[in-house]
């Protein structure tokens, strides 16, 4: 389900800038701004594996032309939770996502601005906050998307590694909630799918794990849309909410200090 892709990449991101101090002086400073902005990109891009779905979220997002890019994706990639399941596919996304991260502009007063990042963050914002009903009308949610772009151009660190984690960690995030419902995804070293010998095929309990056509799942979540994805999605968004107030917090605190 859209909703909970979105905040499951939300609950990700917030998690992991939270122990990236620790593992990499690389990412960081990463501002408390650049935290928000980044999981609101992290949870578009947990949308994008679902581009694949004629019905899905980004299927709406545009009138007619969403739908067309949704049915070509789908079809490119041999059907809904095939090939954009995978992490191929999660590495042309990244690819894709760094490139537009080298995309800049020195702009006057701002100085050097992203102008990648904040071109995709228009889409993937709208695409996340309109997958989590915070919006009822599209235009509202392009509208947000266009608002936390210009956060991203302002704001966003001068590091540009932070774009493609946020987008990588989505996209993963994604294929990792599919791989826990029942359906599972492609094998992990897509497009070679690898399907199990027929002694496993009939084996109880493995061959829910391996399928026959060679998708792999880990089945602790039941069904998509069962009630322990619900209970999960609940979860992880009270997570998101604590860690966007404390953070939040934290940008308040760090703004207040020039006034002293
Ligand atoms: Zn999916």
Redesign the pocket.
């Known amino acids: 389900m859209g909703i909970n892709?979105a905040t499951s990449g939300a609950a990700v991101w917030f998690a992991a800038t939270a122990a990236l101090p620790a593992l990499s002086t690389d990412l960081y400073p990463l501002a408390p701004m650049g935290v928000l902005a980044g999981a609101l990109v992290c949870a578009g891009a947990a949308l994008l594996?679902?581009a694949d779905?004629h019905s899905g979220t980004i299927a709406h997002s545009v009138p007619v032309l969403g739908r067309l890019a949704a049915r070509a994706i789908e079809e490119g990639s041999g059907g809904?939770?095939h090939g954009a399941?995978t992490l191929f596919a999660a590495v042309v996304v990244t690819v894709v996502a760094v490139l537009l991260g080298r995309v800049t502009a020195v702009v006057p007063v701002l100085g050097r601005i992203p102008v990648g990042p904040a071109i995709a963050t228009i889409a993937l914002v709208c695409f996340a906050v309109k997958a989590r009903d915070v919006v009822k009308r599209w235009s509202t949610a392009w509208l947000l998307g266009l608002v936390a772009a210009v956060a991203v151009a302002v704001f966003s660190p001068d590091n540009p590694v932070w774009f493609p984690v946020a987008v990588a960690l989505g996209f993963v995030t994604?294929?990792a909630?599919?791989l826990l419902t029942v359906e599972g995804v492609p094998s992990l070293i897509w497009p070679i799918q690898i399907k199990p010998p027929r002694a496993w095929d009939r084996t109880p309990v493995l061959n829910a794990v391996w399928k026959r056509n060679g998708y792999l799942s880990v089945p602790l979540l039941g069904h998509a849309g069962s009630v322990r994805e619900h209970v999960l999605g609940v979860a992880l968004a009270l997570y998101c909410v604590y860690a966007f107030v404390a953070v939040a917090m934290q940008a308040g605190h760090i703004d207040l200090i020039p006034l002293h």
């Open positions: 892709h594996p679902d779905h809904h939770r399941h994604h294929i909630g599919d």
